[in-house]
């Protein structure tokens, strides 16, 4: 089975650049600038992470991201990553992936929002230049942001948008920021034609996921793993209605508790009850994860078939917020191996 998942095309929808840098990047990094972490080794650098994710709330986990954010406040260092990001996906064989980041975490030193989306699409196109992988960006809102700041992330996104900037998602703290408290932005990026996915159900509870689909016109929900145990099945009647696609993190839902074990990952009832859905990494530094391990997770804890795999990566790409052009280039690349291997 790990030969088989090495080698299968993989889909990446949900990947955070600042969750998914490499640990010797932040810590050379770290040592070019002054900073207030007084980490001076990668063990101590590690120590840090775990420290933060072992307290198994998903405020915990964010604390990592004030690490990472601060080192990408330049536009080479931003450059850089993207251009690793990309090229660490490769290395698994993703051969698309939508990588997100919320652009106004980038300016604390000087840096234009606009400069850093130039940065981190120069980086994301050396890479595909050079790599066998196609990338999009999907331009986060930190769910603290005014409604001022939002409608600019969201101006942001519509005027960059089909310049490698793909979608808009709103990101954070859950908890206390329904989706619903944009909806005016989310009015303003449908009716310029932006597809959306939303954070909703992680640690929220369901009424998240119902009010992103409903009234926020999500086309995807990041993690929606909260629809699986309900008692009110209209949350997943929705997601089936609305074709709505959910974006799984096994490893990140098991680091921030919002799942106590891999044994009782809603994963597993969402594939029985037909839900659309791919599986993702989240945030593959913080987590110690890649979209490999995932695919390997569901396999040996959850007993997905070679055919499942498959068929996730299809309905992945499907719902990516690609061109009609790289839907089918992806989609031929994965029938073609499907055709080779013939997964069971």
């Given amino acids: 089975m790990n030969e088989f998942i090495r080698q299968l095309p993989k889909i990446e929808l949900h990947d955070h650049l600042d969750g998914g840098l490499r640990t010797q990047t932040v810590f050379e990094l770290l040592q070019e600038k002054k900073n207030n972490f007084k980490i001076k080794s ?17 405020a915990d986990y964010l604390k990592n991201f004030e690490l990472t954010t601060a080192v990408m406040q330049s536009y080479n260092n931003l450059k850089r990553i993207a251009y690793e990001s990309a090229e660490d996906l490769h290395n698994e064989n ?6 997100r980041f919320a652009p106004e975490l980038h300016t604390r030193e ?43 992330i969201a101006q942001l996104c519509i005027d960059n948008f089909g310049d490698k900037v793909c979608g808009f998602d709103i990101a954070g703290k859950e908890n206390g920021n329904p989706p619903e408290k ?20 992680e640690e929220s ?32 009647d929705i ?8 974006e799984v993190c096994i490893s990140s ?38 979209i490999s391990q995932e695919l390997k997770i569901a396999s040996k804890e959850l007993k997905f078939s070679k055919k499942d795999l498959v068929q996730m ?8 917020f690609a061109t009609d052009e790289i839907k089918k280039e992806i989609l031929e690349k994965i029938e073609n191996f499907e055709k080779i291997n013939r997964p069971q």
């Fill in 42 to 58: 990668l063990e101590e650098l590690s120590q840090y992470i775990e420290g933060n994710i072992s307290k198994g709330s998903l």
């Fill in 182 to 201: 944009y909806i005016q932005i989310f009015r303003m990026l449908k009716s310029n034609n932006i597809p959306v996915t939303i954070h909703a159900g």
């Fill in 253 to 290: 839902n098991i680091q921030t508790k919002v799942v106590e074990s891999v044994e009782l990952h809603p994963a597993k009832i969402l594939k029985k009850k037909g839900i659309n859905f791919s599986l993702c990494s989240d945030n593959r530094l913080m987590s110690k994860t890649n």
């Fill in 110 to 152: 000087g840096l234009t929002l606009q400069e850093v989306i130039n940065a981190v699409r120069e980086g994301l196109i050396q890479a595909e230049e050079k790599l066998q992988i196609k990338t999009n960006i999907i331009i986060c809102l930190i769910r603290e942001a005014s409604q001022e700041e939002a409608k600019e």
């Fill in 313 to 320: 990566q299809k309905l992945a790409i499907k719902n990516s």
């Fill in 205 to 236: 509870d369901y009424s998240y996921i119902n009010a992103a689909i409903l009234d926020c016109k999500a086309k995807r929900i990041g993690h929606g793993i909260k629809s699986a145990n309900v008692p009110d099945k209209l949350c997943l």
């Fill in 239 to 246: 997601i089936k209605q609305h074709e709505i696609h959910l």
């Fill in 94 to 99: 993703v051969v698309y992936a939508e990588i």
